[in-house]
């Protein structure tokens, strides 16, 4: 990938505190949307009242765009019931799609998850796992192999949340975490805290609830606040990792326990027969249920830009559907960035930085929330590999910088640009 233009890299980001608490001051205060219906399947169409945090314009239906001399057409090919395209580092809203239609999130909602839970566990903590860790899972869910009377790492467990999507993993977390009702309510404590109004969280995993909703607007908060942990940035870049597996004993009677490779679900990442890593992709998560259809968040980088594409339940029925969809919109987004005109924004969460306030937050290595990386270089820096070996993209967005800040819960502050891996900036470009 060609390094950044020096315009693009010169930019600092910096948005002074008084900006963000004016921003959060002026921002449209969201709709009274109705509380989510407990029905099974989402509607056909979407409703006619919906949200406007963001903007006024985010809560009309249909394609919202502001088409201009210069600004290249949106792909007509893109059948998602709701999409949205944004700037990840300014937070300005490209383009959109029914941004705040209230659908049901499948494994998107994980990135709310370990937003909410990541911090609270340090990636060396070990737990043993019981039977009643695994109870409560949806029939089919999608699983890692965690196995009761094993003991695994909490690296290993966000490992299988991630890669594998598993609610085997998610369930155990949880447990760590006092179980899911506590769970659930953190989570959604914190979607209101990050202005995520149209989410409604009734089981961790996304496994298809009745009641449980959320929008591509949200999602692609959930995204952006994760992103500000190095250890999230780590887990969902990973391309493949090695997972413990079951005890056995071997010809000698002697105990052993071999890991077992397992691979990230996110096509955009990993790539499939039918569809090429994409250009500076480094994340985020992907889901699928019978009731959500196909869901995926995406970041990624070229040229210097970082833009952040959900993309929420495709009715063209191909293979890897919803990740040909986000690749189109991030080819416009690459395309249109620097041209378009906004039609909405990404908001800060309720508490916004208070002067004087940087730094990254600790996001998993303990969840200290202590000001880190100040004065580090906005220049990208090589990718690291996961601990317990885990390998391929490694550390996405390398620690020296960070372009988000999320400290103690409450300070967010826009500072400095994502750096990514240089395995992604040598990727060549899609043909």
């Known amino acids: 990938m060609s390094a950044p233009h020096k315009k693009t890299a010169g930019r600092s980001l910096l948005v002074t505190s008084a900006a963000l608490?004016?921003?959060?001051?002026?921002?449209?205060?969201a709709l009274a949307a109705p509380h989510p219906s407990p029905s099974a399947s989402p509607s056909a169409t979407p409703p006619a009242r919906m949200s406007t945090v963001g903007g006024a314009r985010l809560g009309q239906a249909g394609t919202q765009v502001n088409l201009a001399s210069g600004v290249p057409v949106l792909p007509k090919d893109i059948t998602a019931r709701s999409w949205i395209v944004t700037d990840a580092e300014s937070g300005d809203v490209l383009a959109s799609h029914n941004a705040h239609w209230r659908l049901p999130p499948a494994s998107t909602m994980k990135m709310l998850f370990a937003d909410t839970v990541l911090p609270k566990f340090p990636k060396t903590g070990r737990h043993k796992v019981v039977p009643s860790d695994l109870a409560g899972m949806g029939a089919g869910s999608s699983l890692v192999g965690i196995k009761e009377g094993e003991t695994y790492t909490v690296h290993d467990l966000w490992l299988g949340v991630f890669l594998r999507s598993g609610n085997d993993a998610v369930h155990v977390l949880s447990a760590m975490n006092?179980?899911?009702?506590?769970?659930?309510?953190?989570?959604?404590?914190?979607?209101?805290?990050?202005?995520?109004?149209?989410?409604?969280?009734?089981?961790?995993?996304?496994y298809d609830a009745p009641g449980q909703v959320s929008s591509a607007y949200d999602l692609t908060l959930f995204a952006r606040s994760g992103l500000q942990k190095k250890d999230f940035r780590e887990y969902c870049s990973t391309v493949t990792a090695k997972f413990p597996g079951e005890s056995k004993k071997d010809k000698k009677g002697k105990p052993v326990r071999k890991p077992f490779e397992i691979q990230n679900t996110n096509r955009l990442l990993s790539g499939d027969y039918d569809i090429a890593q994409y250009q500076g992709i480094a994340g985020v998560k992907n889901g699928n249920t019978t009731n959500a259809g196909a869901t995926f968040t995406g970041v990624a980088e070229r040229n210097g830009r970082v833009l952040l594409v959900t993309v929420m339940n495709p009715s063209k029925e191909e293979h890897n559907e919803v990740y040909k969809e986000t690749a189109k919109l991030f080819d416009w987004g690459f395309r249109a960035a620097g041209k378009v005109q906004p039609v909405?924004?990404?908001?800060?969460?309720?508490?916004?930085?208070?002067?004087?306030?940087?730094?990254?937050?600790?996001?998993g290595s303990g969840g200290s929330g202590k000001s880190a990386g100040q004065g580090a270089s906005a220049k990208p820096v090589a990718s690291a590999t996961a601990d317990g070996g885990s390998r391929g993209m490694g550390t996405a967005f390398a620690i020296a910088g960070g372009l988000v800040v999320l400290l103690a819960g409450a300070a967010f502050l826009v500072n400095r640009r994502w750096p990514l891996p240089d395995l992604v900036r040598r990727r060549s470009p899609r043909p």
């Not at 608490?21 to 205060?29: G, R």
């Not at 990404?346 to 996001?363: D, H, M, N």
């Open 21 to 29: 608490s004016s921003l959060a001051l002026t921002a449209p205060v």
């Open 178 to 206: 006092k179980g899911v009702v506590k769970t659930v309510q953190e989570m959604n404590e914190h979607a209101e805290e990050l202005q995520a109004l149209d989410t409604h969280v009734v089981s961790p995993d996304g």
């Open 344 to 363: 909405g924004e990404l908001v800060p969460p309720k508490g916004a930085a208070q002067p004087g306030t940087s730094g990254e937050a600790g996001g």
